[in-house]
């Protein structure tokens, strides 16, 4: 095991929490040591769910491992079921129980418990957190979903995917119920997020399944397929275009017309990206890592619809690794595959984009390096749980991407601003209001700073300015306009330049910005 600051991704026994936790009447039972308990605090304190998870761990100590482990496991195992009487039980071992080998599934079949055992073996060694979630929720599916009668309708889609500390899972269902409402399909259920066992039984009633989150999902949705002949889309709909898209594909598999309403464009994105001034979008070079998913879909976002430039692309996620390579091929970029946040800080530093968008690691990197940053992926962090609506997918969700990615942009210009503004006599925090009229006047106003004295042996004469620089100039906002012109002009003046360029003028800018 590779010991580390951070990690992009827990042992796989925290992806089954993410899959216990997300639904209801599943207990989880985690032959484990006493200090692997610390797994609750990511749901109870990054994700701020009012309640733990559903695990129960042995936590045996040291001096338990001479005795007899596997009588604490099947105790254990008694207690959960008396005490929470799930309708499931899911039964494993983290890293640590799995050394001891004391085979908490055959040990949990043994106490014939009137509910399902699902067993989980999950090499903590070879796999990590999102192999974990996926297994899980392929093990529940295959051991509670009922094969449907022979000839018996099939009516609406499955969501499959969402689970607790995923990345806007639970914004990201409700904008997706309510387009399929908007084409007229029902959602069947939608698991592991807020499903029960019985609910996972049902799932063979519905057509098709709709895969929200490969990484999670698609192992049992390929499972569905093969066993109930159940279609699953495979568009992700993360970007306006995307989402047009997945619209398509799952109106073409419900067989279903796409209204009129759905078909025009249903995001302020396109419009909001096409109207920004080109100086915040076109050409902004953007580095992007994250899990497969979320990354290779917001590489096609930034480069299709808001005009940046994809100058690095990677993921953690080494299972969906061959995804990301296809898209980097696509980018004309080198795939950065990794879980090691040294590796890819290094690539940030090399690589200097303006812009970059990942996970919570990228977010501390991007802010160490001073450059923008949007966090775009799993892991997050407790701010990546919103009290607002904020999904990620369908077309608000490409609202949400054009604010999160854009805005961190424009802060250049307004600390631009700042700067130039700092000192400003009628910009100060004692200015009076301009709007107050006279009684403004009344209001004190400080004497402005006072200006260095130029050297005697410095040119009078204004410098004059070249005709492309007072056209960039026009580019300035008028209400700092004046203001940028008078300090550029004293800035040429001091290095005795007589014809201000567009060099000159981002000089300045520069300058006064410090
Ligand atoms: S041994 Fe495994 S479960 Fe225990 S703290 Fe380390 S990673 Fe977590």
């Not at 902004?284 to 692309?313: C, N, P, Q, S």
């Not at 919570?360 to 962090?381: D, N, T, Y």
Request: glycine share 8%.
């Amino acid at each position: 095991m590779q010991l580390t600051l951070w990690t992009y991704e827990g042992p796989p026994h925290v992806g089954a929490m993410r899959v216990a936790t997300a639904m209801r009447g599943v207990h989880y039972l985690l032959h484990a040591p006493q200090g692997d308990t610390y797994a609750d605090l990511l749901f109870t304190m990054i994700e701020r769910l009012p309640r733990r998870p559903p695990v129960t761990y042995t936590t045996f100590q040291a001096r338990d491992l001479g005795a007899d482990t596997a009588g604490l496991f099947q105790q254990a195992a008694r207690d959960a079921y008396a005490r929470f009487q799930p309708q499931a039980l899911l039964v494993g071992a983290s890293c640590t129980a799995e050394l001891i080998q004391d085979d908490p599934g055959g040990l949990a079949q043994a106490l014939d418990l009137p509910v399902p055992v699902i067993p989980l073996e999950l090499p903590a060694y070879q796999r990590k957190e999102n192999y974990g979630a996926s297994e899980t929720f392929y093990q529940l599916v295959r051991a509670l979903a009922r094969r449907p009668a022979e000839g018996a309708p099939r009516r609406g889609c499955n969501l499959l995917g969402p689970t607790a500390l995923g990345f806007r899972h639970r914004d990201d269902v409700q904008e997706i119920t309510g387009l399929l409402l908007q084409l007229g399909i029902a959602v069947n259920v939608v698991a592991p997020l807020e499903a029960s066992p019985a609910d996972l039984a049902r799932l063979g009633e519905a057509a098709f399944n709709v895969v929200l989150y490969p990484e999670v999902a698609q192992q049992a949705a390929g499972w569905l397929q093969r066993q109930f002949g159940q279609p699953f889309t495979r568009t992700i709909p993360i970007g306006a275009k995307a989402t047009q898209a997945f619209v398509a594909e799952v109106a073409a598999l419900a067989g279903v017309p796409v209204p009129p309403a759905l078909q025009a464009r249903a995001s302020r994105a396109p419009w909001y990206s096409q109207s920004v001034d080109a100086t915040y979008l076109t050409g902004k070079r953007v580095f992007i890592f994250g899990d497969a998913t979320h990354a290779v879909a917001a590489a096609r976002v930034a480069a299709e619809e808001l005009g940046f430039a994809v100058v690095g692309l990677g993921t953690y996620s080494r299972e969906f690794a061959r995804d990301v390579r296809e898209a980097a091929a696509h980018h004309g970029v080198a795939p950065l595959i990794t879980d090691d946040y040294l590796e890819v800080e290094a690539a940030v530093a090399a690589l200097q984009p303006d812009l970059v968008l990942g996970t919570q690691m990228e977010r501390h990197i991007a802010k160490r390096l001073g450059i923008p940053c949007a966090v775009i992926s799993a892991p997050v962090h407790v701010q990546d749980f919103p009290a607002r609506h904020s999904p990620q997918m369908g077309y608000e969700g490409a609202n949400v991407l054009f604010d999160t990615w854009v805005h961190p942009l424009m802060m250049g210009l307004e600390e631009h601003l700042l700067g130039m503004f700092r000192g400003d006599f009628e910009f100060h925090e004692d200015a009076p209001a301009s709007h107050l009229g006279h009684a403004s006047a009344s209001m004190a106003v400080p004497e402005p700073e006072p200006q260095p004295d130029l050297p005697e042996d410095l040119p009078t004469m204004a410098a004059t300015w070249a005709p492309e620089a007072e056209r960039e100039l026009h580019r300035v906002p008028f209400f700092v306009r004046g203001k940028a012109r008078r300090n550029t002009e004293r800035f040429a003046v001091e290095r005795g330049v007589m014809t201000i360029t567009v060099e000159t003028l981002y000089e300045a800018k520069a300058h006064f910005s410090r």
